[in-house]
T-cell receptor, first 114, second 109 residues
């Protein structure tokens, strides 16, 4: 059983397009996250939601908009894609918020913007 | 702003040898995680260190935390090829993880 799943696994698109990445967790966790891993493998948090409420919003262009329809899902929509958005995007989940337990990561979505 | 630095960034070591990866961070925290990432794969949780002096061991890996020195170490004993991966430390400040730069470990037969 997959704990944290993401779709799609690979996404290749042209500059200027709008795309979405979906994330679902079946761990019963109440906090979910989006991370970006760049070509140098550097990982940085983008957003975090606890029980559908935004609790972490890093300095991310407003072209990126997370949406959490329920606490098991956290989607990431990206408008007007740019070359610099090419990266691997990881979703993660954990139990708790300010003093969260271990974060469990999804398989990642490799986004390539041409 | 919290800075988390790992060294070395790259490490090639022979099978059977011992080595240590260091993780230094700039702001007080008593929660630190170690993760492993295989090429093209996701991150796998290895250790959670929740207090000063915490030590955790799993197989050939042992992690420790010194919150006063703001230092965590990941020690590898008698390395085997299966341990080849990138290792990340991550410091937790009120639920927000800041990751280190990663250490790419290659074990040579």
């Amino acid at each position: 059983d997959t704990a944290v799943s993401q779709t799609p696994k690979y996404l290749v698109t042209q500059m200027g397009n709008d795309k979405s990445i979906k994330c679902e967790q079946n761990l019963g966790h109440d906090t979910m996250y989006w991370y970006k891993q760049d070509s140098k493998k550097f990982l940085k948090i983008m957003f975090s939601y606890n029980n559908k409420e935004l609790i972490i919003n890093e300095t991310v262009p407003n072209r990126f908009s997370p949406k959490s329809p329920d606490k098991a899902h956290l989607n990431l929509h990206i408008n007007s894609l740019e070359l610099g958005d090419s990266a691997v995007y990881f979703c993660a989940s954990s139990q708790g918020d300010l003093y969260a337990d271990t974060q469990y990561f999804g398989p990642g979505t490799r986004l390539t913007v041409l | 702003e919290l800075k988390v630095e790992q060294n070395p960034l790259f490490l090639s070591m022979q099978e059977g040898k011992n080595y240590t990866i260091y993780c230094n961070y700039s702001t007080t925290s008593d929660r630190l995680y170690w993760y492993r990432q295989d090429p093209g794969k996701s991150l796998e949780s290895l250790f959670v260190l929740l207090s000063n002096g915490a030590v955790k061991q799993e197989g050939r890996l042992m992690a420790s935390l010194d919150t006063k020195a703001r230092l965590s170490t990941l020690h590898i004993t008698a390395a085997v090829h299966d341990l080849s991966a990138t290792y990340f430390c991550a410091v937790d400040i009120v639920g927000k993880l800041t990751f280190g730069t990663g250490t790419r470990l290659t074990i040579i037969p």
